[in-house]
Nanobody, 122 residues
Framework: QVQLVESGGGLVQPGGSLRLSCVAS????????MAWYRQAPGKERELVAG???????NYIDSVQGRFTISRDNAKNTVYLQMNSLKSEDTAVYYC????????????????WGQGTQVTVSS
């Protein structure tokens, strides 16, 4: 069974940093895109950053220059380095992946992690 497990969330003061990690497991053959989304209370889930299998990245404007997404293909892991955090970054952060896995045949699908809370507050 394919699973995405996030870690690294927590409480941090404004201006601080956090690093999120997301590990994909479960007979994974290949991972195409990986991304981080977030959802703040009362708001819709939004794409924060994405990275292709070739390493091409994209970010929403509000995190450009502060957040960095990266991936380790050998470890099926995606990271989100978050610097200069602001109160408006407070949200549940979700890992997303588009991948191919094996289960008596090859299948492709999209998967979500369970989410990790990031709270930026003094």
């Amino acid at each position: 069974q394919v699973q995405l497990v996030e870690s690294g969330g927590g409480l941090v003061q404004p201006g601080g940093s956090l690093r999120l990690s997301c590990v994909a497991s479960g007979n994974i053959v290949n991972i195409q895109g990986m991304a981080w989304y977030r959802q703040a209370p009362g708001k819709e889930r939004e794409l924060v950053a994405g990275i292709t299998s070739g390493g091409r990245t994209n970010y929403i404007d509000s995190v450009q220059g502060r957040f960095t997404i990266s991936r380790d293909n050998a470890k099926n892991t995606v990271y989100l380095q978050m610097n200069s955090l602001k109160s408006e970054d407070t949200a549940v952060y979700y890992c997303y992946s588009d991948l191919t896995y094996y289960r008596v045949g090859f299948y492709s699908g999209t998967f979500w992690g369970q989410g990790t809370q990031v709270t930026v507050s003094s």
